[in-house]
């Protein structure tokens, strides 16, 4: 167990690494998220509501978590890195799982920039928010590391993992945006609990079978 | 294996059968309902029509399952076929839903019905798995990748319906609750002959399907085997 682990940490770590020396996603995606919020700002009319504006942040999050999904194989599939991950003596879901690391890791950066910027533009926001955000992001790594290692292997690429992963992705919009709006945020924060456990223990399972043959 | 069965033709009877008795019966005997009148009968179709959709879509995870199972790779086509019929019903439901919604309340869509929001999910969702299959190479790895996809739709369907349910106040008649089905026998009956009916018509079109496709990947081996 502890031997997972460790690949687990170790694979995690190479990726967060590469991304410190070579600042490849980052920095695109805090970038994307700003200006996603500006361009939401002119695209509203001056007298909507508040409400309005916290169901475009949540649009703003999917799309930037989509921005760092189609960068997360990116140098696996360059550089054939895929075969070697698959051929170690690992469990394969260990690679979903680390890759999912880093890529919740990414998230919670660009949102730590996005929430306080909407809250600077538009209007406050609360701890349910917050929770809600934090639990809609394990979801959206859970399921778009492994939607991101399908569309990797296909010859579409970026275009497919749009298709695949909004589908997916509108449960965890009704229960955050729920979460954000509504006077009685608990239910839709265990619905999006839900979706984690659900999905987690889903993709955990099926991993292996989307790297190899 | 062989590519001629009988399956195919006796369900494509059974279903000229049920459905012409289902439509006979939902025209011809059962009464009017009491709230929506004659319009109410479009509901021979579209109940049956949808609860066909979503067996397709678990016939085809299940087929799904047994792919990555067995690693048999005769399953990847059973399961994209169910799924491509379930993708067909499924408009089908989206269209009669639509019909039914305009003349029940006057428009042709509503968000708050939660039926037809979650077959739009749905679809949206395995028109996906057609990019996802068109745009990978043939072979084992696509077919582990659709196996898993049709896995997720199926884990989707309560996953979305608990969504829909969750955001919206719907309209949407609810017939069959834990008390049995609230309506009256004639009605029940009428709604079980259409529902076999098109049951048979899926598993017809089902292997029919099935038979072109199987022939399509011979014909590409003997071409292969020939050049």
Request: hydrophobic share 60%; net charge neutral; aromatic share 12%.
């Amino acid at each position: 167990m502890s031997a997972y682990f460790g690949d687990v940490a170790a694979l995690a770590r190479k990726d967060l690494l590469l991304e410190l020396r070579a600042r490849d996603t980052v920095p695109a995606m805090l970038l994307f998220v700003v200006s996603a919020l500006v361009v939401f700002r002119f695209s509203l009319p001056t007298e909507a509501s508040d409400l309005a504006a916290t169901g475009l942040l949540w649009i703003a999050v999917v799309f930037t978590a989509l921005l760092g999904l189609t960068r997360a194989f990116a140098a696996e599939r360059d550089q054939r890195l895929l075969d070697g991950l698959v051929l170690a003596p690992c469990d394969r879901s260990a690679i979903w799982l680390a890759k999912g690391t880093s890529v919740l890791a990414f998230l919670v950066l660009a949102e730590a920039i996005a929430l306080p910027a909407f809250a600077l533009f538009f209007s406050p926001i609360g701890w349910e928010t917050v929770a809600a955000f934090a639990l809609a992001d394990l979801g959206i790594a859970a399921v778009g590391t492994l939607l991101a290692a399908m569309a990797a292997a296909s010859r579409a690429r970026e275009l497919l993992l749009p298709l695949l992963f909004l589908p997916l992705v509108i449960p965890i919009v009704v229960g955050g945006v729920g979460a954000s709006v509504e006077p009685d945020p608990g239910r839709y924060l265990a619905f999006l609990g839900l979706y984690d456990l659900v999905f987690a223990i889903l993709a955990w399972a099926s991993f292996e079978y989307v790297v190899t043959e | 294996m062989s590519l001629r069965n009988s399956a195919g033709p006796a369900a494509a009877l059974g279903a000229f059968a049920l459905l012409l008795g289902g439509i006979a019966l939902a025209f011809l005997w059962v009464p009017n309902d009491a709230d929506q009148g004659f319009s109410q009968r479009i509901f021979y179709i579209h109940v049956p029509v949808a609860l066909t959709a979503y067996a397709c879509f678990g016939w085809g995870a299940w087929k799904a399952l047994r792919l990555l199972w067995t690693r048999e790779q005769r399953y990847d086509l059973e399961s994209y076929t169910a799924i491509h019929m379930g993708v067909i019903f499924g408009v089908l439901t989206l269209v009669t839903g639509s019909i039914w919604a305009r003349i029940s309340w006057g428009v042709w869509w509503s968000w708050s019905e939660q039926q037809l929001v979650l077959f739009l999910v749905l679809f949206l969702f395995y028109s996906a798995y057609f990019m996802l299959r068109y745009s990978t190479d043939p072979g084992p790895r696509r077919a582990n990748m659709s196996a898993v996809y049709a896995l997720f739709g199926v884990v989707l369907i309560p996953v979305s319906f608990l969504a829909i349910r969750l955001a919206k106040n719907f309209i949407h008649p609810v017939v069959f609750t834990r008390d049995g089905p609230q309506m009256e026998g004639t009605m029940f009956l009428t709604f079980c002959v259409c529902l076999a009916g098109v049951l048979a018509l899926a598993t017809a079109l089902y292997q029919t399907e099935l038979a072109g496709k199987r022939l399509d990947v011979k014909l590409r081996e003997l071409r292969e085997s020939l050049s």
